[in-house]
């Protein structure tokens, strides 16, 4: 299994950024896919989650509104829009396998920093 992000960078509050994470070594479309993110000082936080099909999308409450999450199928290929970025959306964003909490796992992270 392997899962890489890529994506990341420095930006201002307000601004945007795009994930993509692309997954190989196992049979993408059959698993459910989450990201998730650690700031520092702070332990894991499950950040989105979407199905197999990508149709159906969760969100922690703390980004809901803000973050799309979608999958690419054909493309092995998973993806997360972040719109009106904070400063507290600073942190390593990784790329999970498994639904939100059931991830076994992750890629090695890609870092954002929201800052002005």
């Known amino acids: 299994v392997q899962l890489v992000e890529s994506g990341g960078g420095m930006v201002q509050p307000g601004g945007s950024l795009r994930f993509s994470c692309a997954a190989s070594?196992?049979?993408?479309?059959?698993?459910?896919m989450s990201w998730v993110r650690q700031a520092p000082g702070k332990g894991p936080e499950w950040v989105s989650a979407?199905?197999?099909?990508?149709?159906?999308?969760y969100y922690a409450d703390s980004v809901k509104g803000r973050f799309t999450i979608s999958r690419d199928n054909a493309k092995n290929t998973l993806y997360l829009q972040m719109n009106s970025l904070k400063p507290e959306d600073t942190a390593l964003y990784y790329c999970?396998?498994?639904?939100?909490?059931?991830?076994?796992?992750w890629g090695q992270g890609t870092q954002v920093t929201v800052s002005s």
């Open positions: 999970a396998r498994g639904g939100a909490e059931e991830y076994d796992y």
């Open positions: 070594g196992f049979t993408f479309s059959s698993y459910d």
């Open positions: 979407i199905n197999t099909g990508g149709g159906s999308t």
